[in-house]
C-alpha cells in the first residue's frame, strides 16, 4: 500500500478507506505523508478506528487542513500518540468538540504528545470536548501557544 503512486490517491474514496478499516494485514501501517495530502476530505469519512489506530506519525504530517475535520470522532479515539503529535498542524483549525472528546477518551493518552503549534490553530469552540483525559495529559508547551 505503502508503494502506490501519492497522486493516485485523489481518487480513493470513503468505501476504499472503509475497506482498509477491517484489513488484518495492517496497510495503514504503510501509508506515507504524500498519500494521505492528496485523500479529499470525503474519503477520510471512511476512515475508522481500525486503519486510524495503525497510521504512523509522519502519515499525518501532510493532511490537508481542510480534510481533518472529516475523520470519525471514533477514529481519533484510536490514534496513537505519535500519530497525534504528527499531524499537520494547519489542519487543526478544523478540529472540532466530538474529535477533542474522542481523544480524551483514547487510552493511548495522545493529548500528550499534542504539539504547541496544533494547539494554537484550535478554534476556540473546538476546546469544549477537551475534557479530563485529555486536559490532564497536555504539556506544559502545549498549553502555551493557546
Known sequence: ?????????????????????????????????PQFQMVNATALQGLKAGCAGDLSETALSLIHPDALHEIDAGAFGAFTADATGGINPAAFAGIQIPQFRSLSQNSN????????????????????GLTGGCSEDLSATALSEI
Open 1 to 33: 500500500l505503502g508503494g502506490i503512486n501519492a497522486t493516485a490517491f485523489s481518487a480513493i474514496t470513503k468505501l476504499t478507506f472503509e475497506g482498509l478499516n477491517g484489513n488484518s494485514n495492517s496497510p495503514c501501517t504503510k501509508l506515507q505523508a
Open 109 to 128: 493518552s495522545p493529548c500528550g504528545s499534542l504539539q504547541p503549534a496544533q494547539m494554537k490553530a484550535v478554534n476556540a469552540t473546538a476546546l469544549q
